[in-house]
């Protein structure tokens, strides 16, 4: 069965201060995919980034990047220099090939709630 | 502009009530899903169908119900067989499986409260 753990339910730092937001997922299939997304307070899911399992590169987007693990089963999120529009709620989310890539829908770790105090 | 719209915002219901939420979306996308966000429970699959007049059962059916009569629309009734049904209720859309990977697209939900 998948699964996505966010261990972190809550993290609070002052603008500009570098934060890392924590994904490990568990998966039987060779063939996945992984997703971030955001949750601003107006409640919308934003699409963030997708990676499919035979991409370990690490990418980078202005100040958000993502390092992606399969070592560890790990898909991290950093924002550098965070601002205080970063505060949002984090998910982390899984698809299998086998059950279309995500078209049966995906699996979304608890999420995690950033802080930013100006 | 294309996305997904859902009615209403919020929503107050008296136990024992049925209630349909709206969600209809000009994206032109297959696959449609509804999901329940709980405070830290992150988002659990009730309903998805890939396709008009089919659907499928997520991980938490029990006590909801939907219909997909048409491309644009996949409307979730809350039935009274529901025994918490307060919560925050999300619609998205997707290509659907021939597509590949499937990125999500989400509306902005409907918060329904129990009273």
């Known amino acids: 069965a998948q699964k996505v753990t966010q261990a972190q339910t809550e993290i609070s730092v002052v603008e500009k201060e570098d934060v890392t937001l924590d994904c490990v997922y568990e998966?039987?299939?060779?063939?996945?995919?992984l997703f971030w997304y955001k949750q601003p307070p107006s409640g919308e899911l934003v699409f963030l980034i997708r990676r499919n399992s035979f991409d370990e590169q690490n990418e980078i987007s202005g100040r958000y990047s993502w390092n992606f693990q399969k070592s560890t089963s790990s898909f991290n999120f950093t924002i550098t220099a965070s601002q205080v529009v970063d505060s949002a709620v984090y998910f982390c989310?899984?698809?299998?090939?086998?059950?279309?890539?995500?078209?049966?829908?995906?699996?979304f770790g608890k999420g995690t709630h950033l802080i930013i105090q100006p | 502009d294309g996305g997904i719209t859902q009615s209403p915002k919020y929503l107050f219901r008296k136990e024992g009530q049925n209630v349909t939420l709206s969600c209809e979306q000009n994206?032109?996308?297959?696959?449609m899903y509804w999901y329940r966000q709980d405070p830290g429970q992150g988002l659990r699959l009730i309903y998805y169908s890939q396709i008009v007049n089919d659907f499928q059962k997520g991980d938490i059916a029990e006590g909801y119900s939907v219909s997909r009569e048409k491309k644009e629309s996949f409307p979730l009734t809350v039935t009274s067989a529901q025994k918490n049904p307060t919560a925050f209720y999300l619609c998205?859309?997707?290509?659907?499986?021939?597509?590949?990977?499937?990125?999500?697209?989400f509306g902005a939900g409907s918060r329904l409260t129990v009273l």
């Open positions: 989310a899984l698809s299998e090939a086998y059950s279309g890539g995500g078209a049966d829908g995906l699996t």
């Open positions: 994206l032109n996308h297959d696959a």
């Open positions: 998205a859309s997707s290509r659907g499986r021939l597509s590949g990977a499937n990125v999500l697209t």
């Open positions: 998966t039987r299939d060779t063939t996945y995919y």
